[in-house]
Structure formats: structure tokens, C-alpha cells
């Protein structure tokens, strides 16, 4: 009797390992296709960035002179010529 028992043990260890198997392998898988997904995402070549033609386009948007002399925009402005400067640096 005992030996049936086990058997079962058996039969349901071996049925827990083959799951176990099965699903290693799915998230192997999905390991691998997210690693080539990264693979491919790095080997991109960066966009190249105009800081410099941004920066000029938004303090010709944000001047003083087009925001009836706002403190905001005189705020900004200054905001911007600092960041331009430090870019160029």
C-alpha cells in the first residue's frame, strides 16, 4: 500500500518538474526575444540634438518684446541665455 502512495508522489513530482520544465523554457524565450529587443534598441544610432537651434527658436517665442515685457517671459528669457551658455561652454 505504501508503495502505491508513492507511486503517486512519484507520477505527480515528475508532472510538477515537466510544468516546472516547460515554463523555464517560455521565460527563457521571453529572455532571449527581450535581449535581442535591447540588442537592437542600443545598436540605434542616437538622434542627433540642435540644443543650440531649439534653444535660439524658444527665446525668439518667449522674448519679453512679444509678451508685453512680462516678468515671465524676462524670467525665462534669462532661464534660456544661461542654458545657452553652458552649453557652449
Known amino acids: 500500500m505504501d ?3 508513492g507511486d503517486k508522489q512519484v507520477r505527480l513530482l515528475q508532472k510538477e518538474v515537466t510544468r516546472l520544465e516547460e515554463e523555464n523554457r ?3 524565450g521571453l529572455v532571449e526575444d527581450h535581449n535581442e529587443r535591447l ?3 542600443r545598436d540605434r544610432p542616437e538622434p ?4 543650440e537651434g531649439r534653444i535660439r ?5 518667449c522674448h519679453p518684446d512679444r509678451h508685453n515685457n512680462s ?4 524670467d525665462v528669457t534669462r532661464w534660456l ?6 552649453t557652449r561652454a
Open 26 to 28: 517560455q521565460i527563457r
Open 81 to 86: 541665455l544661461e542654458i545657452r551658455d553652458d
Open 57 to 61: 527658436d524658444l527665446l525668439r517665442l
Open 48 to 51: 542627433k540634438l540642435n540644443i
Open 71 to 74: 516678468d515671465k517671459a524676462a
Open 3 to 5: 508503495l502505491l502512495a
Open 39 to 41: 540588442t537592437q534598441v
